[in-house]
């Protein structure tokens, strides 16, 4: 018996066609009364009755569960009739756990509609849970199985899918190396529904949440008041390039490259500790891993009192935050992407690692890179940097601080040591950079003169300069992309399998 459990998890099940022949479309029985019938399709849900009826996650199967009998309801992953029993693996995101329907304590239509239901379809199944003598390799649930009573179909799947979740699920390394299929890009983004339903694309964005939850409570618990800032504004602000602009109305509109400039509004209207998660719009036509049109951003902004580093601290603080956190809240999820897409996991110091960006090109020079004193980071020597960084200091976190003032935005607060420097840091991970803050210009004459000298048109920054005409806090703050943080914690190789 045992043996034919395991030989079922080493093989993939061809789904039988129904009477049909070729058609996409199943035959199967109705379930004419689902509180004494044991098999067939159920009705269409209307929401016309309820039941006392307990269901059990398949990630909460334990020992306390052997010997009772439980309602589950799941995707059919796999099915694989032979002889007279029939296994079913049964997947809940990314939990799984195997079934089995037996002629022992099944008819011959019960193992016939068993093996006939297509994969993906949803499934209800009432079961006794049995320990297993050996370990389940293939399934979560490795040591536990499912002795099938009833089995009902609550959403039928087409038998033709346009994307198996197996070959989605595939390590590329694993596709390569046995010559298996591999699915591209292309594939995955027009079947985005089935794709998403891979255990390491659950996990993925299981991890993703995690991080804003944790983004969001360490803040909350640092005195931060949340904000939704507009996505829709009147005019291109920061410059005016790479915006979308849309029709509103008769007149002209355009998607917020970001909420910093109604960040430091909010500073100046007394909220001293702000933040937002939200969808920031980039009109970048770059087909780069480092590039979306639209992200999700997590930004926030804080008055200090006396130096900016008091931000800087609080945001590495921050980040030692989230890194334990997803150690502790998502561990089985990591482990799930590490299955899919293998990576290490993140080492990073107490207190983060801090350098000057002056330090940091002298890291590389002496590492024999070519890069200018006062010239901006490519991807290429971000990378070099963080290799550098990592076998010297043992660390995949740091920051980099006192930007050339050159390379930043107006708003930027000059270094007083040193006007061809400022006040400004990026935060790299992995080699890649996933934070950029600094402390911004609160003096309103000072941000008119950084506008003239940059010449940037000051007509869409009336309101925001006038902003710092009655007062203003010094503060500073940072902007994280949520997608691009997230695929160096993770490592899943392709920025687009992190957005939705």
């Known amino acids: 018996y045992q043996r034919r459990v395991r030989g079922f998890l080493q093989h993939s099940q061809e789904n039988k066609m129904g009477e049909q022949g070729g058609d996409d479309t199943i035959s199967l029985p109705n379930a004419t009364n689902p509180l004494t019938d044991t098999f067939g399709v159920l009705p269409l849900i209307k929401s016309t009755t309820k039941t006392e009826r307990q269901w059990t996650k398949v990630k909460e199967i334990d020992s ?83 002795a099938t009573k009833k089995l009902f179909v609550v959403s039928l799947a087409e038998s033709r899918l346009p994307l198996l979740v197996d070959d989605a699920a595939r390590p590329p390394h694993v596709a390569e190396k046995e010559g298996l299929v591999e699915v591209d890009q292309s594939t995955r983004l027009d079947n985005r529904v089935i794709d998403l339903r891979t255990p390491a694309n659950q996990a993925i964005f299981r991890i993703q949440s995690a991080v804003g939850k944790l983004f969001r409570e360490f803040l909350l618990g640092k005195n931060f008041i949340e904000i939704h800032t507009p996505k829709l504004i009147p005019v291109a602000s920061e410059g005016g390039c790479n915006v979308f602009e849309v029709t509103y109305f008769e007149g002209k509109a355009y998607m917020a490259q970001s909420p910093q400039l109604y960040k430091q509004m909010a500073i100046n209207s007394d909220f001293p500790r702000v933040f937002e998660i939200g969808p920031v719009f980039r009109a970048e036509n770059a087909n780069t891993a480092r590039h979306l049109t639209e992200f999700v951003s997590l930004d926030l902004e804080m008055a200090f009192n006396e130096h900016y580093h008091e931000v800087l601290d609080l945001i590495c603080e921050m980040f030692v935050h989230i890194f334990d956190g997803l150690n502790r809240e998502v561990a089985a999820e990591m482990k799930s992407v590490d299955t899919q897409f293998p990576f290490e996991p993140i080492t990073y110091l107490r ?121 203003s806090f010094p503060h500073a703050g940072c902007g994280v992309g949520l997608e691009l943080s997230l695929i160096h914690i993770s490592e899943p190789t392709r920025l687009r399998r992190i957005s939705y």
């Open 64 to 146: 306390s569960l052997v010997g009772k009998t439980v309602w589950i309801r799941a995707r059919l992953h796999l099915s694989r009739g032979k002889g007279k029993i029939c296994f079913l693996l049964l997947r809940q995101q990314f939990s799984t756990v195997q079934a089995v329907v037996s002629s022992e304590g099944a008819s011959a239509e019960f193992l016939k509609f068993a093996q006939s239901i297509p994969k993906e379809s949803i499934i209800d199944i009432q079961a006794e849970i049995v320990k297993v003598e050996k370990p389940i390799s293939s399934t979560t649930q490795k040591d536990f199985e499912l």
């Open 351 to 471: 207190p983060t690692l801090r350098l000057t960006f002056a330090e940091g090109i002298k890291l590389l020079k002496e590492a024999g890179v070519e890069v200018g004193e006062f010239d901006d980071l490519s991807t290429v020597q971000e990378k070099q940097l963080g290799e550098i960084v990592k076998k010297k200091y043992n660390t995949d976190f740091f920051v980099l601080d006192k930007f050339p003032l050159a390379v930043r935005p107006f708003y930027t607060m000059p270094d007083p040591a040193d006007p061809r420097y400022s006040n400004s840091y990026d935060i790299f991970l992995r080699g890649q950079e996933i934070v950029s803050g600094a402390q911004r210009v609160h003096d309103a004459a000072l941000l008119e003169k950084r506008v003239k000298e940059l010449k940037i048109d000051p007509a869409g920054l009336v309101h925001y300069i006038s902003s710092f005409q009655h007062g």
